[in-house]
């Protein structure tokens, strides 16, 4: 359904990648794709960043939400990096999540993107969807990401974060989904439960 299925989040480098993941918690790729142009022209590196002004970046991220505290989190993350990792963006998810504003999904999203390392990225689509087709019944994202781990083959971690949020977006919304036209609604345990009534 979808072959082209990739990160929506724009890009050009890790330390990008990783600050858009930072922003998009309670935000849409969208916005956050129209405030990063404007952020990486004031701020193009980690150094540069760690060495920014929060006034100015809290300006530039305002639209975001939560920008107190994303601005504080993407100033010391890069600060981090460039004295505990020689600037470099940690290539392993215990590194990473050593970064201020940086969980287990922002690691993930990361670690597969940018890396190409099979991981799972637990957001609310894939939380969501997942339990739908009944891969998981638990609502904690590590366990859910530990369910999704013991069920899908290694080679599919990383791209079934895309496909999900995707199919999340176009066809299984949380307020209005399109079941009916759902090509999968044979295996969703939430669909199939709700033929039965």
């Known amino acids: 359904m979808y072959p082209e299925a990739t990160c929506t989040l724009d ?5 990008e990648l990783l600050v858009s993941t930072i922003l998009s918690a309670q935000c849409t790729d ?17 150094k540069s960043m760690a060495e920014a002004n929060i006034e ?8 975001a939400g939560f920008y107190n505290s994303k ?8 600060k981090k990096i460039v004295n505990d990792f020689n600037g470099e963006i940690p290539h392993n998810i215990e590194e990473l999540t050593t970064l201020p504003g940086v969980g287990r999904k922002t690691a993930n999203v990361v670690l597969a993107t ?5 991981a799972i990225a637990v957001d609310t689509h894939v939380a969501r969807i997942s339990k739908h087709l009944g ?10 990401e530990k369910d999704l781990q013991r069920i899908l083959p290694k080679e599919y971690w990383s791209i079934w974060n895309h496909i999900i949020i995707q199919h999340g977006r176009e066809v299984c919304k949380a307020r209005n989904p399109q079941c009916s036209i759902c090509g999968i ?3 969703c345990e939430k ?7």
């Open 11 to 15: 890009h050009v480098n890790t330390y």
């Open 30 to 46: 969208k916005r956050v794709n129209k405030i990063t142009p404007k952020l990486f022209k004031k701020y193009p590196t980690v």
């Open 56 to 63: 100015n970046v809290k300006s530039l991220i305002k639209t």
């Open 71 to 78: 601005s504080k989190n993407i100033i010391n993350a890069s």
């Open 114 to 118: 940018a890396f190409n390392f099979p």
């Open 135 to 144: 891969l998981t019944k638990s609502k904690d994202p590590i366990k859910i």
């Open 185 to 187: 609604n044979e295996f």
């Open 191 to 197: 669909y199939l439960n709700k033929l039965k009534i």
